[in-house]
């Protein structure tokens, strides 16, 4: 089982709200992740980190922001949500930062809804 | 450019009976693949991966997955379906080089058992 954790597991807010999006892992990975999900879509990738101080856009362009303060920690923060911001948010974690063939760990995810 | 293309979004198949999910990619250089699988409420889970040695790859819970490049497949196989087995599962293709360990994935096909 892999130690990484997301809260909240589901939110609802309105229109306009800031919100964000907890993730840590206490594996001390050095790399992590956020993807969207929605239903009978590919995951995509949002926004990733190869460790401290180190923040990349994904493939998916996405109004949100991310942080790498501590190793452990990768908030994703939407400064004002909008009803297109409804999705699930997953995020990971994988050892390392430059091999294509570590494995991700995920955690369980937030399903957001913006009403 | 990767891709990744689930063929079956649904899979129904009965307690016992063979699983075969299809996966395809497209990749320009030799790819590494996972399989992953999903069940309700959370995180994506590792299942197996291929990274260049063995073209049979085993996993958990009895899955296995075989990487056949005249064919640029990569179908996941169980032989016998259990109950537990209902999850989405999520072909994913990395390559080395680039954004090194990011990965694509398919849009997931849905493995429903029936009793």
């Known amino acids: 089982e892999a130690d990484i954790y997301q809260t909240p597991r589901y939110l609802v807010i309105g229109t306009g709200k800031k919100i964000t999006l907890e993730c840590s892992q206490t594996m001390g990975h050095d790399k992590m992740y956020w993807y969207q999900q929605d239903p009978g879509m590919e995951l995509h990738l949002i926004h990733y980190?190869?460790?401290?101080?180190?923040?990349e856009k994904g493939d998916l362009s996405s109004e949100s922001t991310v942080s790498r303060i501590r190793t452990e920690h990768f908030p994703l923060t939407l400064e004002s949500a909008r009803p297109s911001h409804t999705s699930q948010y997953l995020c990971?974690?994988?050892?390392?930062?430059?091999?294509?063939?570590?494995?991700?760990?995920f955690g369980p995810g937030t399903r957001l809804t913006v009403l | 450019a990767q891709s990744v293309t689930q063929l079956g979004s649904h899979v129904s198949v009965s307690e016992g009976a063979l699983v075969l999910l299809r996966c395809n990619y497209s990749?320009?250089?030799?790819?590494?693949l996972f399989w992953y699988v999903q069940y309700p409420n959370q995180g994506l889970q590792l299942l197996l991966k291929?990274?260049?040695?063995?073209?049979l790859v085993k996993g958990i819970n009895g899955f296995e997955a075989e990487f056949k490049k005249s064919e640029t497949s990569f179908h996941l196989t169980k032989p016998s379906a259990h109950m537990s087995d209902a999850a989405e599962y999520f072909c994913?293709?990395?390559?080395?080089?680039?954004?090194?360990?990011?990965?694509?994935f398919g849009k997931g096909t849905k493995l429903s058992v029936k009793p």
């Open positions: 291929y990274t260049s040695a063995a073209t």
């Open positions: 994913a293709v990395s390559t080395p080089g680039g954004s090194q360990g990011n990965l694509i």
């Open positions: 990971a974690s994988s050892e390392s930062g430059t091999r294509s063939t570590d494995t991700q760990y």
């Open positions: 990749s320009s250089v030799p790819p590494y």
């Open positions: 980190s190869y460790g401290v101080n180190s923040t």
